[in-house]
């Protein structure tokens, strides 16, 4: 068949030429020192149909909305859009999605991403492509460790913050041998990994694991391995979806009527208004926001209810909303929307937002704030929907985060 | 003895209960895969999402209608199966005709349908569905503490298995459908409706998979997502038993509920392709399946 | 199959045969080449990628008339290999890329082995249960990263030379790749040992009855099936640098199996129509997420029900009869003129 060879040669000549051409192009980049395209686009990169739809979902877009609106961006000149879409707990999906919006939808910052795995996929693709990542929704601290980046910054929480709060107050008031139900991903294994280490810092044992898959539906098996292995606390390193459906199988099972206990290390408002009272009553937990704490918090929730179907913020739209309001700061400050300059901006500038109050984000990404210690409300406690928290205890800012030298972050000399 | 083969004798009495109650869900799909392709010969990958259909039914017949589970046991299956019916008389049987795969291939979309329908109204999340009062709580068996409702679920699908089998084996009505399988031109001679049974056939089996969706309600989550997890399964499991046979498919389906249940006490890792394993090397010893005939 | 001997339209079908594959593939290369100046170039490179998988999908039940449900395992397989190949091992890209494409054959090898002595349901039934037990496998096993995937996948420099981080080089490298592997597919095609494929899916009794040892040919589609599986998802790994679970799932069987469906099965061009489309549909419905399921499960059933040519297939119907326009012309209004005679009346 001679036409392919002919066809193929002028194919190859033609790719070549293409190649050189496409190499020399890309040399010319332009410098931007202004906002590019004129518009400041945000992305909300999150879970909107799955486990963690909830906790994330549509509240935070309604949380941007309401941060752009409350820094009054058109006053100060500048444009600034919001887009949204669902990474569906998928790596591939999640990195595509930064991907095409970073090369041709011009968006200058990703926001949200919870799911550990996802946050990672994207935390590469925003470094390799040099603009901004506020991540609130996802938990592993690795983010500001190994994996941290001059693009990124960490709100809201980390797996480390989680273990040494709620694990050490666990530890030191009793529960000293542990079992582990732990979600089989980034997440899950960076929250196992920092309570154990807790647990073990603070003389307790750890007396098995077991591993299971996202987003599962039965946890009877897992259940009796924790049941049959008698530790005093069985260690809950899942959230979302995953952490109900544990609770009320739990309970099916017996297992706290049976003598154990059980910790949920990352619980959200909305996972304690999916069980009820009755069910998560007693459950101890760590979380940066609640919609109680203060004036501020419970003006801010008013508004926010209003908007999004009278759903109350969990601390990953606060993370959200004060997330919003400090990069734009930053923008407005520099004028221009250039990713790695709008991060070293917004650590040089102190934080200071209704939500969390005053705070600072170190070198390595991390955003400082205080954690609270809160336990879950008996039902005869409550006195509203919603009202479920009693405060136990503040964690300073200075002590709720893991130290600056102990991340493994290449950005920290 | 505190130990049976090194491992705990009380976690190996509870992974065998939990395989029990797997199997029970497994034969009751299987049953329903199995006579539906007895007598179409025909894949039923729809069997997924139509069992995800019956939890959901329940959970509207309690939520809009009021109507409680043990009324949802009866209702749910004759709701999907109908729904089966329509798609019988105007899809599938305009399929017969040609290459089998064909009828997989559309079945395949089905489910592909009506899954993205529901996760587009309800999310993959879930929604709760509450246990029946009179099934509540569960008793102490020494070595595990076995929630009533999980008891009923072997003891009922064990019911329905054994009493699906004896009317095809051993009615008048089965010896019609086994007699149309292997010659409907002849039953046809005979003045029997052959179309209608079959379309009848098929709810009928789409109705069982509903039937372990409500079943599954009120364990599982009600959730858009529950029946393409377990479809897979539940083909190897119709596969290694023989696919036009009632009798493997639930022999089958318990059994593998159990080895799948073991396997998760001894080595967990491979809890999931255990099935997959034994399904390939079935269909490389033994193609038509332990009791299959063909 | 139309046989020369005995219809005289059959003549024709050859000529149309090789004039559409000459229009077909000029056409093809002509849009990929320009297309990039026009469309995101990484949607154009997934295209391509998925092009490829349904190409060797369709070697396989097009022109070998075995129906695998489990491709996925290949295309995935591949994958990771490859991005561990270029990510941990540090090949460069296109040992990487050989790499995943290696394991892919050796993993077709195996399965071959294991599934060819079956035939229709039983056959895909047992590729999709090796599939199963290789995406549980990718699931568990250390080096795939289970839920995370294998990430920040290094894309390199093609030869040393062309920084493939820029999408327009990485873009023309991966064309280069897909053309290799769709010129090698019809090639196959028309050589002898495609002839004799064609003979064995059309009646395998009777070629088996003529001496020819059909398991053996069936064998190796079914490897090279495979190999050309795994080249499209071992390049895929490079283009996107990540390798996931979204590569073994059985729903990714699925989404091939509708490709080739949609395009033509047992066309030449079909795979690409198909891979393009559903490419497109998915991209335009993205922020629908569940649409996308209900769509892709629509296409199947108009497929199966009404539309089983595919998109190529109907095309070269509808291009034949184009030639016998007049004929059919004729042939309708003679028709009509009976039909009123018949009912004046007359004879």
Redesign the interface.
């Known amino acids: 068949m001679k036409f392919p060879m002919k066809t193929l040669a002028v194919a190859a000549a033609l790719a070549f030429a293409a190649g050189a051409y496409a190499q020399a192009k890309k040399d010319e980049k332009k410098d931007e020192s202004q906002i590019s395209g004129g518009v400041v686009k945000i992305g909300v990169l999150n879970d909107q149909s799955s486990l963690y739809a909830d906790l994330g979902g549509q509240g935070s877009v309604v949380a941007v909305k309401m941060a752009i609106a409350d820094f009054k961006a058109k006053e100060k000149g500048l444009n600034v859009e919001v887009i949204f879409a669902d990474h569906q707990n998928k790596p591939d999906v999640g990195s595509q999605i930064a991907s095409k919006w970073i090369d041709a939808e011009g968006v200058d910052m990703i926001i949200d991403t919870p799911n550990s795995g996802v946050a990672l996929a994207v935390n590469q693709v925003v470094r390799d492509k040099k603009k901004v990542f506020i991540n609130s929704g996802a938990a592993s601290s690795d983010l500001t460790g190994a994996k941290c980046s001059p693009n990124t910054v960490h709100w809201t929480y980390d797996t480390w913050m989680l273990a040494n709060g709620t694990g050490s107050a666990i530890v030191k008031n009793g529960g000293d041998s542990w079992f582990f139900l732990t979600a089989d991903y980034a997440f899950g294994h960076a929250l196992e990994r920092d309570t154990e280490a807790v647990v073990l810092k603070n003389g307790g044992k750890v007396v098995g694991k077991v591993r299971h898959p996202l987003n599962t539906q039965d946890f009877s098996s897992f259940l009796l391995q924790a049941q049959s292995s008698k530790a005093k606390i069985v260690g809950l390193a899942n959230a979302g979806g995953d952490t109900s459906n544990s609770i009320k199988q739990a309970a099916e099972f017996g297992i706290v009527k049976g003598g154990q206990n059980l910790a949920g290390l990352l619980v959200f408002l909305t996972d304690v208004h999916a069980l009820g009272l009755d069910k998560a009553q007693g459950l101890i937990f760590t979380e940066t926001f609640y919609w109680d704490q203060n004036d501020a918090s419970r003006a801010f929730t008013k508004r926010f209810a209003a908007a999004n179907g009278g759903k109350y913020p969990t601390m990953v739209h606060a993370g959200v909303y004060a997330g919003t309001l400090h990069y734009l700061k930053a923008v407005a400050a520099l004028k221009s929307d250039d990713g790695t300059a709008v991060v070293e901006q917004m650590k040089k500038t102190p934080t200071d937002d209704p939500l969390f109050g005053k705070g600072t984000i170190r070198a390595d990404g991390r955003k400082i704030h205080p954690a609270y210690l809160f336990e879950v409300k008996k039902p005869s406690e409550s006195k509203g929907p919603y009202d479920y928290y009693k405060l136990k205890a503040t964690i300073p800012a200075d002590q709720a985060f893991r130290p600056l030298k102990d991340g493994g972050c290449e950005l920290v000399k | 003895m505190d130990q049976i083969f090194g491992i705990p004798i009380n976690a190996f009495m509870g992974q065998l209960l939990i395989g029990l109650i797997n199997g029970s869900f497994y034969a009751l799909l299987s049953l329903g895969l199995a006579v539906i392709f007895g007598l179409l010969n025909i894949i039923n990958f729809t069997h997924g999402a139509q069992y995800m259909m019956g939890a959901f039914a329940a959970y509207f017949l309690l939520n809009k209608l009021g109507m409680n589970y043990w009324w949802a046991l009866v209702v749910a299956p004759l709701l999907v199966g109908a729904t089966g019916v329509v798609i019988e008389r105007f899809m599938l049987s305009k399929l017969y005709k040609l290459d089998h795969l064909y009828g997989l291939l559309l079945t395949f979309g089905l489910a592909l349908i009506f899954e993205g329908i529901f996760r587009n109204e309800f999310g993959s999340a879930g929604l709760p569905y509450s246990m029946p009062e009179q099934l509540q709580g569960g008793h102490n068996l020494g070595f595990m503490f076995l929630p009533n409702y999980r008891a009923w679920v072997i003891g009922a699908s064990l019911v329905i298995c054994i009493g699906t089998w004896l009317l095809i084996e051993k009615t008048k009505l089965g010896a019609y459908l086994r007699a149309a399988t292997e010659n409907p031109k002849m039953v046809e001679a005979f003045g029997v409706n052959v179309p209608r049974m079959i379309t009848l056939t098929y709810g009928f089996g789409v109705g069982l998979a509903a039937l372990a969706g409500v079943f599954a309600a009120p364990i599982y989550q009600v959730s858009p997502q529950m029946g393409s997890s377990l479809i897979i399964v539940v083909f190897a499991v119709v596969v290694i038993g023989g696919m036009g046979s009632i009798l493997g498919a639930v022999v089958t389906g318990f059994g593998l509920g159990v080895i799948e249940g073991l396997t998760k006490v001894f080595y967990p890792e491979a809890s999931n392709t255990v099935i997959f394993v034994i399904m390939a090397i079935v269909l490389m010893i033994r193609p038509q399946g332990l009791f299959g005939q063909r | 199959m139309a046989d020369p001997a005995h219809d005289p339209l059959a003549t024709r079908d050859v000529e149309f045969d090789a004039k559409f594959f000459?229009y077909g593939?000029?056409a093809v290369?002509a849009f990929f080449?320009v297309a990039p100046t026009f469309i995101?170039p990484?949607?154009l490179m997934k295209v391509l990628c998925f092009a490829l998988f349904a190409c060797a999908f369709n070697l396989l039940i097009g022109f070998g008339g075995l129906?695998s449900f489990g491709h996925a395992m290949f295309l995935g397989m591949a994958g990771y290999v490859s991005a561990h190949a270029a990510k941990v091992w540090g090949l460069p890209v296109e040992l990487a890329i050989l790499t995943g494409t290696a394991a892919a054959t050796v993993l077709g090898v195996a399965a071959g082995l294991?599934a060819i002595?079956?035939q229709?349901?039983?056959f895909?039934?047992?590729t999709?249960?090796?599939a199963?037990?290789v995406f549980?496998?990718c699931?568990?096993a250390p080096f795939t990263g289970?839920?995370?995937?294998i990430?920040?996948v290094p894309r390199g420099k093609?030869l040393g030379m062309?920084?493939l981080?820029?999408?327009?080089?990485m873009y023309?490298?991966v064309?280069?790749i897909f053309?290799a592997g769709f010129?090698l597919i019809?090639?196959t095609i028309?050589s002898p040992f495609g002839q004799v494929l064609k003979a064995i899916k059309e009646n395998e009794p009777r070629a088996i009855s003529l001496g020819y040892r059909t398991e053996r040919y069936k064998f190796l589609a079914f490897v090279l099936s495979a190999a050309l599986a795994g080249l499209a998802g071992a390049t895929k790994a490079i283009v996107?640098?990540?390798a996931?679970?979204?590569?073994v799932h059985?729903?990714m069987s699925?989404e091939v199996?509708l490709m080739t469906?949609l395009g033509g099965m047992g066309t030449l061009f079909g795979p690409i129509a198909g891979a393009f489309v559903i490419m497109a549909m998915e991209n335009y419905l993205?922020?629908?997420?569940?649409?996308?399921?209900?769509?892709?499960?629509?296409?199947?059933?108009i497929?199966?029900?009404a539309f089983?040519r595919g998109i190529v297939g109907e095309l070269e119907a509808l291009l034949k009869r184009k030639l016998t326009f007049r004929q059919l012309l004729f042939v309708l209004f003679a028709f009509r003129h009976h039909k009123r005679a018949k009912e004046r009346g007359g004879p």
Not at chain 3, 165 to 169: K, M, S
Not at chain 3, 244 to 247: A, K, V, Y
Not at chain 3, 286 to 301: C, D, E, M, Y
């Open positions: 000459r593939l000029v290369l080449l995101y990484v949607f129906l294991l002595r079956r229709g349901i039983y895909a039934m047992i999709l249960a090796l199963q037990m549980f496998y699931l568990q289970g839920e995370d995937g990430q920040s093609l062309i920084d981080t820029n999408n327009f080089a023309y490298f064309l280069a053309m010129l019809v090639r028309h996107f640098q990540l996931s679970l979204t590569d059985w729903s699925g199996v469906l993205s922020n629908l997420g569940a649409w996308v399921t209900i769509t892709q499960g629509i296409v199947f059933v497929c199966v029900l089983r």
